[in-house]
Nanobody
Framework: VQLQASGGGLVQAGGSLRLSCAAS????????MAWYRQAPGKQREFVAS???????NYADSVKGRFTISRDDAKNTVYLQMNSLKPEDTGVYYC??????????WGQGTQVTVSS
């Protein structure tokens, strides 16, 4: 499984970005995809996840501002990020898990929010 993340960039506080992560390879119909992020000097942390059947979870820090969605026909997961804050800055990683072979990570996309 390969994961290609895109959509990061530089934005002012209060702005929006939309991240995409396209999965390719041997994708199973039942899977779980998620976004994690890692700020400089900090551990990678969970942001949001969506499983087959639209079981969705968010970190408390992004609830009400971020929306995760998926297009199974395209094997793609999205993260719509609104009302961005400087503390949202970091490298955002896409994650895929199909409950059989374990998890896979994408290469990450940089999000920088200026104050």
């Amino acid at each position: 499984v390969q994961l290609q993340a895109s959509g990061g960039g530089l934005v002012q506080a209060g702005g929006s970005l939309r991240l995409s992560c396209a999965a390719s390879g041997s994708i199973r119909s039942r899977n779980h995809m998620a976004w994690y992020r890692q700020a400089p000097g900090k551990q990678r942390e969970f942001v949001a996840s969506i499983a087959t059947g639209d079981n969705i979870n968010y970190a408390d820090s992004v609830k009400g501002r971020f929306t995760i969605s998926r297009d199974d026909a395209k094997n793609t997961v999205y993260l719509q990020m609104n009302s961005l804050k400087p503390e949202d800055t970091g490298v955002y990683y896409c994650y895929y898990n199909d409950y059989i072979r374990g998890g896979y990570w994408g290469q990450g996309t940089q999000v920088t929010v200026s104050s």
